[in-house]
């Protein structure tokens, strides 16, 4: 079965869903991770997307690049994950539209809507129609936390794929915070096909290999947490 886990950013598939990955290729599975949103390059870069950088220890775009996926590397090394794929797209929050940030704003890139335009949507679907062809089972996030990123993805996808080839990862860190779940996904994940997992010291690893960022996400230090993935594509499994 070749399985494809589609991760916004360089870190989404370990954290969100790196046991099931673990665990499918211990099955025998063929599991592939596409990182979607992989490029940093900005002319003018919003206030959040230099405090982000700067929390990261990076002051460029390039540098970020660089940083983020050698820290992917690792990470996919640590799961035993050998086909990975970046498409080059740009991050949400170094995307720009007539010389301005498409998310000026956290609150922006966080309040739900995908604010870019149909001609850019128009791009990422046909790469990820590409992308996943092939592919017996897809693999994308749930959306919980509102990230354009994470929703442009998961609607796309949902557009593409057949409901009985996918499934949906809770979307960590930010399902560990109520008020960041919508009413249709917590019904979602009651009523599908669900999986927990807990962690093993190799998935723990895998996510703490993104040194950058560990520390920003987990502000009261890392821990262990349970995963959940949902969907129709668990009874082919």
Not at 28 to 49: C, Q, Y
Not at 63 to 77: I, Q, V
């Amino acid at each position: 079965m070749h399985i494809q886990v589609l991760s916004p950013h360089f870190d989404d598939a370990s954290l969100s869903c790196g046991q099931h990955i673990l665990n499918w290729l211990s099955a025998g599975h063929d599991v592939e991770v596409v990182t979607v949103f992989t490029e940093f390059d900005a002319v003018t870069l919003s206030p959040d997307s230099q405090e982000f950088m700067q929390k990261c220890g990076v002051k460029t775009g390039k540098e970020f690049h660089h940083l983020r996926g050698a820290e992917d590397k690792e990470s996919m090394r640590q799961l035993g994950v050998k086909k990975f794929e970046w498409l080059g797209m740009t991050d949400g929050g170094f995307r720009e539209k007539n010389g301005s940030p498409v998310y000026e704003t956290h609150d922006l890139l966080f309040a739900g809507k995908v604010l870019d335009g149909s001609e850019w949507q128009e791009k990422v679907r046909k790469t990820l129609h590409s992308v996943t062809s092939q592919a017996d089972i897809v693999v994308v996030p749930l959306g919980v936390g509102r990230h354009a990123d994470h929703l442009l993805v998961r609607e796309l996808l949902q557009q593409i794929v057949s409901q009985d080839q996918l499934l949906f990862y809770v979307d960590i860190p930010y399902a560990f915070q109520f008020s960041n779940w919508k009413l249709n996904q917590v019904v979602q994940c009651c009523t599908q096909p669900h999986s927990l997992v807990w962690p093993s010291s190799k998935k723990s690893k895998a996510v703490q290999a993104y040194t950058s960022q560990v520390p920003v996400l987990f502000l009261h230090g890392f821990w262990d947490y349970p995963e959940v993935v949902v969907g129709e594509g668990l009874r082919r499994l």
